[in-house]
């Protein structure tokens, strides 16, 4: 298994910036797939972005192109979201995920999660 811990939350005013890292431990951080999503009480967990083994391949949920990056640093098994221009609709409890097959969209076709980091943006 893979253990992930995400890092990096806080509260932060509208229009500020947050990176977000997500440091994996326990398999060979390259054989997975990694990716990002965020979830807000009441709500089923959104897709952020996700990033291939490799680091070559993104995707991205459309309301954050443009806005935040991911990548990954797997000299030191680490994933990162790099968050711009944010606004208070992107608070949320934002999870790192990892797969060894899968790539996408779809939150139930990751096999492992942190446990979480708030986002807090105020206006």
């Known amino acids: 298994q893979v253990q992930l811990v995400e890092s990096g939350g806080g509260l932060v005013q509208t229009g500020g910036s947050l990176r977000l890292s997500c440091a994996a431990s326990?398999?060979?951080?390259?054989?997975?797939?990694m990716g990002w999503f965020r979830q807000t009480p009441g709500k089923t967990r959104e897709f952020v972005a996700a990033i291939s083994r490799s680091g070559g391949t993104t995707s991205y949920a459309d309301s954050m192109k443009g806005r935040f990056t991911i990548s990954r640093d797997n000299a030191k098994n680490t994933v990162y979201l790099q968050m711009n221009s944010l606004t208070p609709e992107d608070t949320a409890v934002y999870y790192c995920?990892?797969?060894?097959?899968?790539?996408?969209?779809?939150?139930?076709?990751?096999?492992?999660w942190g446990q979480g980091t708030q986002v807090t943006v105020s206006s």
């Open positions: 995920a990892a797969d060894r097959i899968y790539y996408g969209r779809r939150s139930s076709e990751y096999g492992y």
């Open positions: 326990g398999r060979t951080f390259t054989n997975y797939v």
